[in-house]
Structures are given as structure tokens and as C-alpha cells.
């Protein structure tokens, strides 16, 4: 099963940015979808984008219009362009790799504190 880690996570203002990265022990060229996740505490993981491997990406409403999931299957990595963050982004981001057989792989995850 691919290894994932993720980093790019930190503490950052209201209204700023951040980009994680996950990196991929293998291939990601086979993988149906590369998602991120998120977990608050006291909250359940949701899912805040996909990308397939057609290049089709989804967002969760949540988030729409202000962070942009990419991939370079060249650098076996996927990308979370995170803008205009909200305290309410404030969470441990999990990156997560689908195959077309076999179990979803998941990263450590990444902590995101949005705060003055």
C-alpha cells in the first residue's frame, strides 16, 4: 500500500493562506482519486475535495471558491491551495489515496490553526 505524508500545515491569520502538499511513497497514476479530509475536534472527518485521475476535481460547498485541490503525478503528490482561510478551517487535514483495488490509503495528517 502507497505511504502518504502530508506537511504544509501551521498557524496562520483570518484571510490568509496556506498550501499543503502530500507526497506519495509511489505512483499516483493508478489511484481513482486523491482526496483531503479534515477533522475538528469534537468533529467528524469530512471529506473537502477530490481530485479523479480524469483531472475532475469536487469541493465541499464549505470551501468552494476558496481552495484549490491540483496533482503532479510526475512528483507522485497532490496539492490543497488553501485562500481566504476562516477560523472555522481550523482542523487536522488528512490527505487520502484511492486505488482501484485494495483499501484507501491515508496520510498522519496535518494540523491547521486559523487565529488572530
Known amino acids: 500500500q502507497v505511504q502518504l505524508v502530508e506537511s504544509g500545515g501551521g498557524l496562520v491569520q483570518p484571510g490568509g493562506s496556506l498550501r499543503l502538499s502530500c507526497v506519495a511513497s509511489?505512483?499516483?497514476?493508478?489511484?481513482?482519486?486523491m482526496s483531503w479530509y479534515r477533522q475538528a475536534p469534537g468533529e467528524q472527518r469530512e471529506l473537502v475535495a477530490h481530485?479523479?485521475?480524469?483531472?475532475?476535481?469536487y469541493y465541499a460547498d464549505s470551501v468552494k471558491g476558496r481552495f484549490t485541490i491540483s496533482r503532479d503525478n510526475a512528483k507522485n503528490s497532490v496539492y490543497l491551495q488553501m485562500n481566504s482561510l476562516k477560523p472555522e478551517d481550523t482542523a487536522v487535514y488528512y490527505c487520502?489515496?484511492?486505488?482501484?483495488?485494495?483499501?484507501?490509503?491515508w496520510g498522519q495528517g496535518t494540523q491547521v490553526t486559523v487565529s488572530s
Open positions: 487520502s489515496a484511492v486505488p482501484l483495488l485494495g483499501s484507501s490509503a
Open positions: 509511489g505512483s499516483i497514476v493508478d489511484m481513482i482519486a
Open positions: 481530485i479523479l485521475n480524469s483531472g475532475s476535481t
